[in-house]
């Protein structure tokens, strides 16, 4: 089945700790999106890729990073920096990053920060 | 302010309502207009879609823009429990790798 992947389901870190979310897709897709979603506020990017070996800063890049080394795989590390980082992480992909190209969700993990 | 304004919910309504979830916008380049839904701990899927200002249908679901007034709208009628869920309207402008900016998200309540 084709589909985006997202792993862990559950993350659980330690104040000061670097963590690595996991996002895969075998849609063939160029495209890959970071979305981070609070409560009461929608979903904020993060960061985005149209190609392999580049990628944009989102609205609220600050305090993560990311690398697209292969086109089927997009991981985030949320940074010691990132002030606030419990939130549910989506990631998404589309066909080529068009206007109307459609973007597909993973399922999400779920970070707190204890 | 956002640039991207939806209602606040939760909205709870009995089985076989008119829904009504709203958007406004204070962006004029925005071009795409979404609608996702979003079950609980899920991610969000694609409802509808539209480009232009006027009505779109799909079955029970209607999709409406108003470009001069800066407002889209979603209307569900005969709403049904399993429509319960967060619904998401988004916006894109062209040229931009596809970047989408969220509302808020209302959570729909549908009452059997």
């Known amino acids: 089945d084709g589909g985006i992947t997202q792993s862990p389901k559950y993350l659980f870190r330690k104040e000061g700790q670097n963590v690595t979310l996991s996002c895969e897709q075998n849609?063939?897709?160029?495209?890959m999106y970071w979305y981070r979603q609070d409560p009461g506020q929608g979903l904020r990017l993060i960061y985005y890729?149209?190609?392999?070996?580049?990628?944009q800063k989102g609205d609220i890049a600050e305090g993560y990073s990311v690398s697209r080394e292969k086109k089927e795989s997009f991981p985030l590390t949320v940074t010691s920096a990132q002030k606030n980082p419990t939130a549910f992480y989506l990631c998404?992909?589309?066909?080529?990053?068009?206007?109307?190209?459609?973007?597909?969700f993973g399922p999400g993990t779920r970070l707190t920060v204890l | 302010q956002k640039e991207v304004e939806q209602d606040p919910g939760p909205l709870s309504v009995p089985e076989g309502a008119i829904v009504s979830l709203n958007c406004t916008y204070s962006?004029?380049?925005?071009?795409?207009f979404m609608w996702y839904r979003q079950y609980s701990r899920k991610g969000p899927e694609l409802l509808m879609y539209?480009?232009?200002?006027g009505n779109k249908e799909d079955g029970r679901f209607t999709a409406q823009v108003d470009k001069s007034s800066k407002y889209i709208s979603l209307f569900i009628r005969d709403s049904q429990p399993s429509d319960s869920a967060t619904y998401l309207c988004?916006?894109?402008?062209?040229?931009?790798?596809?970047?989408?900016?969220f509302g808020q998200g209302t959570e729909l309540s549908v009452k059997p």
């Open positions: 849609l063939n897709h160029d495209a």
């Open positions: 988004a916006m894109s402008i062209y040229n931009q790798g596809g970047k989408l900016i």
């Open positions: 539209t480009y232009s200002s």
């Open positions: 890729s149209q190609i392999v070996n580049d990628f």
């Open positions: 998404a992909s589309s066909i080529a990053g068009g206007l109307t190209d459609t973007q597909y």
């Open positions: 962006n004029s380049a925005f071009q795409y």
